[in-house]
Every structure is written in structure tokens, then in C-alpha cells.
């Protein structure tokens, strides 16, 4: 079955320093999603991305879809203690169907 | 509201009894998806509807777990008695439809099997 990967697992970053997790899924998506969970929290969309090779930004927020529509990344400039969480990437192989979510990369920022 | 409400918020239940879960998705809100989060991190797909049908159940152990989203009620999800393993936050989320990517999630449920 579809498998989505995703690295690091944790990341501890100093306030202002920059991070970034990366998302690897073994088939071709029709999409993928990224999602913020805050400790104790539940997931937040935060954005989904359809078109190979796409660009999207929200803020210090940069998401980008790799050409093979395969792999995914979240780029965070200038973290904030406002950023900690866990991002999770979510892949879908079918536009009305499950998304597989990967484990997830739990970022804490040092002030 | 603009929110999906999952009740209860905690359930603790010992081995061997049922547990039953309950998901109100947003109003208009045509899909509504189940998943299990165990240690802390990982997400497990369960089921989805597309309003009272089932849309997909390829993730829901066939054994003990159910799950129904009927008309005029909330959605729910039944354990049949549960194991050790079943120790989760279960979320609920749901969707507009099928073109609308924003998915909205609950708060969840933390079940606890003693």
C-alpha cells in the first residue's frame, strides 16, 4: 500500500534559525496536504498543493511539490516559539479517497 | 458552528467493554473521515463516509470496530470489546465535499483500555 515518508522526526531549532521537513511518498499523489498539530492539539490545515512541481507560500511558510508529484516540502524562515508543533504531510492517490498522513516532524524552538 | 464536536473529550474503559465515540462534522459538510492517532504521532486511516455511505473502509480493523454517520444524528464509532492496543486519540474530521481539500478536524477523543 501507498507509504509516505517523512524526515526528520524531530527537529530542535533556536528562535530565528530556519527548518524545514520533507515528505517522500512511494506512489505519484494527486495531492498533498500539510497540517500543523499543536501539543495536545489537533490538526490544522494548513494547505494542499495539486500541481507538480508548485510553490505555495503563507507568510515565513514556503510549501513546495516536487516534479514527479512524489515528494513534498515545508521550509519555516525565521522560526517563532509561535511554530512549535508537529508538521504532518498527507498524500492522496486519489482525489476523493483517504489521505495517508506521514509521521510527522516535531519541531520545538529554543527562545 | 464552524467546528466539528467529538464527545467525549476522554473515555476510559477496561479490557473487554465497549467503547462508542461520537462525531458532529460541520453542518454541509458531506464527507467525514475517522482516523486513530497512537503515540502521539502516527495516523491511522479508519473510514470515511460521503453523508450517511460509506466511502471508504479500508482502514477500519473488521472485527470489533463499526462506525455509522446517519441522517439528523451524530456520527459514531464503536469498539467492541477493546484491547490494550485500542489506547488512542481518535479524530474525526470532516469536508465540504470531495473538491474542497480543507479538511476540519475535531478536537478528539482519548480513549484510554485498562
Known amino acids: 500500500g501507498q507509504q509516505v515518508m517523512q524526515i526528520p522526526q524531530y527537529q530542535h531549532v533556536q528562535e530565528g534559525e530556519d527548518f524545514t521537513t520533507y515528505c517522500n511518498s512511494s506512489?505519484?499523489?494527486?495531492?498533498i496536504q500539510w497540517y500543523k498539530q499543536r501539543p495536545g492539539g489537533h490538526p490544522v490545515f494548513l494547505i494542499q498543493?495539486?500541481?507538480?512541481?508548485e510553490v505555495k507560500k503563507q507568510k515565513r511558510l514556503t510549501f513546495q511539490f516536487g516534479e514527479a508529484k512524489k515528494n513534498s516540502s515545508l521550509h519555516i524562515t525565521a522560526t517563532q516559539t509561535t511554530d512549535v508543533g508537529t508538521y504532518f504531510c498527507?498524500?492522496?492517490?486519489?482525489?476523493?479517497?483517504?489521505?495517508?498522513f506521514g509521521d510527522g516532524t516535531t519541531l520545538t524552538v529554543k527562545p | 458552528g464552524e467546528e466539528v464536536a467529538q464527545t467525549p473529550k476522554h473515555l476510559v474503559r477496561g479490557e473487554g467493554q465497549k467503547a462508542k465515540l461520537y462525531c458532529a462534522p460541520i453542518?454541509?459538510?458531506?464527507?467525514v473521515f475517522w482516523y486513530q492517532q497512537v503515540l502521539k504521532n502516527e495516523f491511522k486511516f479508519l473510514i470515511s463516509?460521503?453523508?450517511?455511505?460509506?466511502?471508504?473502509e479500508t482502514g477500519m480493523p473488521k472485527e470489533r470496530f463499526s462506525a455509522k454517520c446517519l441522517p439528523n444524528s451524530p456520527c459514531s464509532l464503536e469498539i467492541q470489546a477493546t484491547k490494550l492496543e485500542d489506547s488512542a486519540v481518535y479524530f474525526c474530521?470532516?469536508?465540504?465535499?470531495?473538491?474542497?481539500?480543507?479538511?476540519?478536524f475535531g478536537q478528539g477523543t482519548r480513549l484510554t483500555v485498562v
Open positions: 498527507a498524500g492522496k492517490n486519489t482525489n476523493a479517497g483517504k489521505s495517508t
Open positions: 498543493l495539486v500541481k507538480s512541481g
Open positions: 474530521a470532516s469536508r465540504v465535499d470531495s473538491n474542497t481539500p480543507k479538511a476540519f
Open positions: 453542518k454541509g459538510h458531506s464527507y
Open positions: 463516509f460521503q453523508n450517511e455511505n460509506v466511502f471508504d
Open positions: 506512489t505519484t499523489l494527486s495531492n
